[in-house]
């Protein structure tokens, strides 16, 4: 079963607006990260958040950790047509710390 | 480095036949995950090891799935017989250390059609 579920399923936006997805777990969690994967392409990690943070940023990412809502957000800033990809977010899980589990992903279009 | 290297990059057989999907992880990385991906089950992971030793293979579906790693450098999975339900992209991670709570790399993935 899946860990995280992401929201909204898809989203198209222009060339220069804000992207914003987000990501809703079950269970604790020690780290959430999140990953991008182009079409046809194997996963690539984008940032990396331990529970005890809130916020973290990496260039026009800036992702958002809320433990007691048990949800996160990822927000690209002046987003550009190479954005175009799915993100999925990936949490491992305080009971069961094996494991990677990720969600279902969100499809991000953005048109020129 | 020329990260996870997999192979074949796409593979198309019969059912009944046998498949194996190689991946070379990136030198110096300790574990390494295979994966499943399809559009109704989303991305699956099938068994990891740490330092060659598989540690959960919970997430293999059934006994027609195998999979080794026989060296720090090299790991396959085999189906074997194969079945059209099989067919997905199916991923190779590693990661530097132990457990899934490290970056992971991946590989570009194996494309497996069962016809």
């Known amino acids: 079963s899946q860990q995280g579920e992401e929201d909204p399923q898809a989203l198209s936006i222009q060339e220069g607006e804000n992207a914003t997805m987000n990501c809703s777990y079950k269970?604790?969690?020690?780290?959430l990260q999140w990953y991008r994967q182009n079409s046809g392409r194997g996963l690539v990690h984008l940032i990396l958040?331990?529970?005890?943070?809130r916020e973290k940023h990496s260039g026009r990412l800036r992702v958002t950790l809320d433990t007691s809502k048990k949800s996160s957000s990822l927000l690209i800033t002046a987003s550009r047509a190479a954005d175009t990809a799915s993100y999925f977010c990936a949490t491992d899980a305080r009971e069961n710390t094996d494991k990677l589990i990720f969600g279902t992903g969100t499809r991000l279009q953005v048109f020129p | 480095d020329a990260g996870v290297i997999q192979s074949p990059r796409h593979e198309v057989t019969e059912m009944g036949q046998e498949v194996t999907l190689r991946c070379k992880p990136i030198?110096?990385?300790?574990?390494l995950f295979w994966y499943r991906q399809t559009m109704m089950r989303g991305l699956e992971l099938l068994i990891y090891?740490?330092?060659?030793?598989?540690?959960?293979d919970s997430g293999m579906p059934e006994d027609r799935f195998s999979a080794k790693m026989p060296n720090a450098s090299f790991s396959t999975l085999k189906i074997q017989p194969s079945e059209p339900r099989d067919s997905a992209v199916y991923f190779c991670?590693?990661?530097?250390?132990?457990?899934?709570?490290?970056?992971?790399?991946f590989g570009p993935g194996t494309r497996l059609t069962v016809t």
């Open positions: 090891f740490n330092n060659n030793v598989p540690i959960d």
């Open positions: 958040i331990r529970s005890n943070e």
């Open positions: 991670a590693s990661s530097l250390f132990g457990g899934p709570s490290y970056e992971q790399y």
């Open positions: 269970t604790s969690i020690n780290n």
């Open positions: 030198s110096g990385h300790n574990s």
